[in-house]
């Protein structure tokens, strides 16, 4: 492929819709999110639900022949992406939950929120705090078919020369 058919560029709104297919088709270690749970609706809110909203742009796409195949969204600051998924992200799931936008009809999905509670009561899920030396964060996903090319590396170029022009430690 050319230089031309293999693009790694700034996250646009209008790519909104392929960032939701890729996040959903790479949620569970890299196979679409159907492997745990049938309601990619909610799996894509609580993953990347944030990061086009409120840091659009800490986030990038790959492209090949002008399919996004990938993307590395981010945020600057880990501990207000923490108080925004506590404020907005998380009840909006809820609300999702309640008022069946986001439905968990199988035992599949069921089996899931629940084992992701139970992680959660039990604070299974707790990490050290890092935050001071590493304020920083990012999560990213490349289609199965697309790794391996170096996209990866080139979205990871970017946001690191991002966060050095924003001054973030780390």
């Known amino acids: 492929l050319t230089g031309d058919e293999v693009l790694v560029r700034p996250y646009r709104p209008r790519d909104q819709d392929a960032l939701n297919y890729v996040c959903a088709e790479t949620a569970f270690m890299g196979r679409p999110q159907e492997v745990n749970s049938e309601t990619r609706a909610m799996?894509?809110?609580?993953?990347?639900?944030?990061?086009?909203?409120?840091?659009?742009?800490?986030?990038?796409?790959?492209?090949?022949?002008?399919?996004?195949?990938?993307?590395?969204?981010?945020?600057?600051?880990?501990?207000r992406f923490e108080r925004v998924q506590r404020r907005y992200i998380m009840p909006g799931a809820l609300r999702g939950l309640l008022t069946g936008g986001f439905k968990l009809t199988s035992a599949k999905n069921r089996q899931m929120l629940l084992a992701i509670?139970?992680?959660?009561?039990?604070?299974?899920?707790?990490?050290?705090?890092?935050?001071?030396e590493y304020p920083a964060h990012l999560h990213t996903n490349l289609l199965a078919g697309y790794r391996g090319w170096g996209?990866?590396?080139?979205?990871?170029?970017?946001f690191l020369e991002h966060l050095s022009a924003q001054g973030v430690p780390g």
């Open 43 to 79: 799996l894509i809110h609580t993953i990347i639900g944030y990061y086009p909203v409120y840091e659009p742009e800490c986030a990038w796409v790959a492209e090949v022949r002008g399919q996004t195949v990938g993307y590395i969204v981010g945020a600057v600051d880990t501990k």
């Open 151 to 158: 996209l990866g590396r080139r979205m990871m170029e970017s």
């Open 117 to 132: 509670l139970r992680s959660a009561v039990r604070r299974e899920l707790k990490l050290p705090d890092f935050t001071a």
